[in-house]
T-cell receptor, first 116, second 113 residues
Framework: AQKVTQAQTEISVVEKEDVTLDCVYE???????LFWYKQPPSGELVFLIR??????QNEISGRYSWNFQKSTSSFNFTITASQVVDSAVYFC?????????????FGEGTQLTVNP | GAGVSQTPSNKVTEKGKYVELRCDPI?????LYWYRQSLGQGPEFLIY????????DSGLPNDRFFAVRPEGSVSTLKIQRTERGDSAVYLC???????????FGPGTRLTVL
């Protein structure tokens, strides 16, 4: 079965600090996709990134970066120089052929609070 | 509009009533999904449409839940004989295909009294 674990329920940082959100996944698929979504207080899930299982290169987008390590089944998300607007719940998700290929299995989410 | 839209944004109903929740996907997106999110939890998959047909409905909790997408665009999630446990935010998402990034709507908050 597929499973996504986000061990950090809540994280609180002060503005400008770097913060890393952890994500560990389980799947029997050899082909799968990993995702991160942001859910601000308004409630709408915002797509941040999709990564396929064959591409282990780290990715950077502005202040956001993602570290994918197949050896440890992890797909961690780092925000550099955090800002108050980064405060949200962040979800890691997984999809693979085991569950029709398009069905997302979400973690429980990490509530990030960035204090001024 | 450019994004996924859902109506109504809020729905309050009484136990035992029937409700319909509507989703308008992004134009041109053939894949459409329904998820349910309870307070403090991650979204849980309900059903996935590819075009007009339900490609995967294994997430529907029981036969009180049903969804349609008759013309391959707008979808309606229907819940019969609502129960208090059905209270949640119902999220709709769409994507170009099953494997591409999924874009979510703002959700419908359903409260069953």
């Amino acid at each position: 079965a597929q499973k996504v674990t986000q061990a950090q329920t809540e994280i609180s940082v002060v503005e400008k600090e770097d913060v890393t959100l952890d994500c560990v996944y389980e799947t029997r698929d050899t082909t799968y996709y990993l995702f991160w979504y942001k859910q601000p207080p308004s409630g709408e899930l915002v797509f941040l990134i999709r990564r396929n299982s064959f591409d282990e290169q780290n990715e950077i987008s502005g202040r956001y970066s993602w570290n994918f390590q197949k050896s440890t089944s992890s797909f961690n998300f780092t925000i550099t120089a955090s800002q108050v607007v980064d405060s949200a719940v962040y979800f890691c998700a997984l999809s693979g052929k085991e569950t029709s290929g398009s069905r997302l299995t979400f973690g429980e989410g990490t509530q990030l609070t960035v204090n001024p | 509009g450019a994004g996924v839209s859902q109506t109504p944004s809020n729905k309050v109903t009484e136990k035992g009533k029937y409700v319909e929740l509507r989703c308008d996907p992004i134009s041109g997106h053939t894949a459409l999904y329904w998820y349910r999110q309870s307070l403090g939890q991650g979204p849980e998959f309900l059903i996935y449409f590819q075009g007009t047909g339900a490609a995967d409905d294994s997430g529907l909790p029981n036969d009180r839940f049903f969804a349609v997408r008759p013309e391959g665009s707008v979808s309606t999630l229907k819940i019969q004989r609502t129960e208090r446990g059905d209270s949640a935010v119902y999220l709709c998402a769409s994507s170009l295909s099953g494997w591409t990034g999924k874009f979510f709507g703002p959700g419908t908050r359903l409260t069953v009294l």
